[in-house]
């Protein structure tokens, strides 16, 4: 039936057409069987002619296809329409090629760049292609087909090595997620005990609030059953301030005697000691002056800090007890009060002290009838001549 085909074909013709599969040579069907047509699409290809399912294994269906492909039948004409359809950009690419030579070159091009099944299916049905190019392609594909038998069975054993290790680190994932579920479990168990914890603390601090409230309510009961108890919170504030002066003005006078007697004991020790310096007119005055404050307290008010000392000096010298309060500058104004109430005598150096502290020594000494001198200039005669008017 072939050659009576090929007969029916005027010979120019068949020189520029392509040629079907079954006018391929034999050699030719078993390299492009089982290059250019995946396994899976022949049995589709062979169960569809057939009409059922084929029980046959990959290497029967293999020969019977190659054996098939020699003439026309329907399973060829199948064939040959799934090739054409499978590589028909190969085929368009090839059939720019005019020469024997050009289809060899696109066929070399082929080899290099590794992918032979379309070329070599475009290279063997063209016209130009020349029995000994024929064979020539039919050499290469086999030594392509060992060097890819050699190239897969590497890739196999490369693929078992992965298996095996993948195998590896499945078993050690496993391991992994074990260890995580087991931790993860322990740190919910941490978190309800941190959780039970904090709602014990929470319920210890509302308990807490409570009692704090209800202490606060009883402390303003008592104090509202006690009278008068802010007036006598600050009596009793007032009181302390007071002590503590006290105690601060005994400290300097224990001072001042014991620097009085180391000076007698230091002139009393020298041999021929040089006539003694003048004392300052103010402490002289003093001496002379006939003031007899024994025993009684005198308050200064204000004055300068640089002659805080010769006041007390002065006053020290004249028997009295000295105490002084700047007018509030650094000394508390709550003080000024008690201060006052704890003094006999007050001068009160109004040259030196704020208007506030001028008006409550004022009222409080009007009030109170207690003798106060007020002297305009800070000076140490100033301060001389206050003492004088309070001597009797």
């Not at 040959?80 to 066929?107: I, S």
């Not at 322990?186 to 704090?212: F, N, P």
Request: charged share 25%.
């Amino acid at each position: 039936m072939c050659d009576k085909h090929a007969a029916a074909v005027p010979q120019e013709a068949q020189a520029s057409r392509r040629r079907r599969i079954w006018e391929l040579g034999h050699t030719c069907h078993c390299p492009l069987v089982g290059v250019a047509l995946p396994l899976p699409v022949l049995r589709k290809l062979v169960g569809k002619i057939t009409g059922g399912k084929v029980i046959a294994d990959d290497y029967e269906i293999h020969v019977g296809a190659v054996s098939e492909c020699g003439a026309r039948n329907r399973l060829s004409e199948a064939l040959q329409k799934e090739l054409e359809r499978r590589y028909a950009t190969v085929v368009q690419r090839f059939r720019g090629a005019r020469t024997t030579e050009q289809v060899g070159e696109l066929w070399r091009a082929a080899v290099a760049s590794g992918d032979v099944a379309g070329a070599f299916w475009a290279g063997l049905t063209h016209p130009r292609c020349e029995p000994e190019l024929e064979e020539r392609m039919c050499r290469d594909l086999h030594m392509i087909q060992h060097q890819a038998g050699a190239c897969a069975r590497a890739d196999i054993n490369r693929f078992n090595a992965v298996v095996d290790e993948n195998a590896q680190l499945t078993r050690e994932v496993a391991k992994l997620q074990q260890r995580s579920a087991a931790m993860q479990l322990e740190r919910t168990a941490e978190q309800d005990r941190h959780a039970s914890a904090l709602m014990q603390l929470r319920a210890q601090m509302v308990g807490r609030d409570s009692m704090i409230d209800s202490l606060r309510q009883e402390l303003e009961q008592l104090r509202n059953t006690i009278p008068g108890l802010p007036s006598r919170e600050r009596l009793l504030q007032r009181l302390h301030q007071t002590d503590e002066r006290e105690r601060a003005l005994r400290d300097q006078i224990a001072e001042l005697r014991r620097q009085l007697t180391q000076t007698q004991a230091q002139a009393q020790a020298q041999l021929a000691p040089p006539p003694a310096p003048e004392p300052p007119a103010v402490v002289e005055h003093v001496i002379r002056m006939p003031v007899r404050l024994s025993e009684r307290s005198i308050l200064c008010v204000g004055g300068r800090s640089g002659n805080v000392a010769t006041y007390r000096a002065l006053i020290e010298r004249a028997g009295g007890q000295f105490a002084h309060h700047d007018g509030g500058l650094e000394d508390n104004a709550g003080k000024l009060e008690a201060s006052l109430a704890a003094a006999d005598l007050v001068i009160c150096q109004t040259g030196c002290i704020s208007h506030s502290a001028y008006w409550r020594v004022k009222d409080f000494c009007k009030r109170t009838g207690k003798r106060c001198v007020f002297i305009d200039n800070p000076s140490i005669s100033s301060l001389q001549r206050g003492l004088e008017e309070l001597a009797p």
